[in-house]
């Protein structure tokens, strides 16, 4: 079974420019959540989508944000990027929301903003 | 403020030898605990899990230890192998349902040949 994709994998953006990063999750998983990784704050929940609604949100400002389409794959996006974007964005899937459940990481997108 | 602490950024131990990894917790509604592995570039690998209900799952060499009252688990690995050199990171999740994971800062685990 293949694992969680996410494309692409490195990119690099100037401040104040939007980005949108996909993810695939593992076939039969409906439930998609987004992490950002960066060495001050560690791994940190942005978001988790399930039959293409939010079904939770970490402490991000409002330009993060994120869907869902019907074959469970999710998209995340951010606008007016700040410097502070600079992380890795991991997606991770799961079965079904209302665990708990094992959740299962994508390799990430490295994201650098200039 | 960090729900999850892992207080040593780095632990070194002899091939053969027991790694033991350590993990703290402050929120009492968390009833789920994970340990990934990460290597470089990659994302996280799931490794074991443990539910409040439980005090211990074992897994191959991989065993979790959950001591509820001192709201703190651990990760040994015995044997250690080279290949066992990661960076770990506890995660949990709390009784609400939801699948967000609160990790700790990790514990870069260097397996000495």
């Known amino acids: 079974k293949a694992g969680v994709t996410q494309t692409p994998r490195y990119l690099i953006k100037t401040r104040g420019q939007q980005v949108t990063l996909s993810c695939s999750p593992i076939?039969?998983?409906?439930?998609v959540s987004w992490y950002q990784q960066t060495p001050g704050q560690g791994l940190q929940f942005l978001f988790e989508?399930?039959?293409?609604?939010?079904?939770n949100k970490g402490n991000f400002p409002g330009r993060f944000s994120g869907r869902q389409f019907s074959n469970s794959r999710s998209e995340m996006n951010v606008s007016t990027l700040e410097l502070g974007d600079s992380a890795l964005y991991l997606c991770?899937?799961?079965?079904?929301?209302?665990?708990?459940?094992?959740?299962?990481f994508g390799p990430g997108t490295r994201l650098t903003v200039t | 403020d960090q729900q999850v602490k892992q207080n040593s950024p780095s632990l070194s131990v002899q091939e053969g030898r027991i790694s033991i990894l350590n993990c703290d917790y402050t929120?009492?509604?968390?009833?789920?605990f994970l340990w990934y592995k990460k290597y470089p570039a990659e994302g996280p690998t799931f490794l074991i899990s443990?539910?409040?209900?439980?005090d211990k799952n074992e897994d191959g060499r991989f065993t979790v230890f959950l001591n509820k009252s001192a709201k703190h688990l651990s990760l040994h690995i015995v044997p250690s192998q080279p290949g066992d050199s990661a960076v770990y990171f506890c995660?949990?999740?709390?009784?609400?349902?939801?699948?967000?994971?609160?990790f700790g800062t990790g514990t870069r685990l260097t397996v000495i040949p």
């Open positions: 991770a899937s799961t079965i079904t929301p209302g665990g708990p459940y094992e959740q299962y």
């Open positions: 989508y399930f039959s293409e609604t939010q079904r």
């Open positions: 443990i539910s409040s209900i439980k």
């Open positions: 995660a949990a999740s709390a009784k609400t349902g939801a699948n967000n994971l609160f």
């Open positions: 076939s039969g998983h409906r439930s």
């Open positions: 929120n009492s509604m968390f009833d789920y």
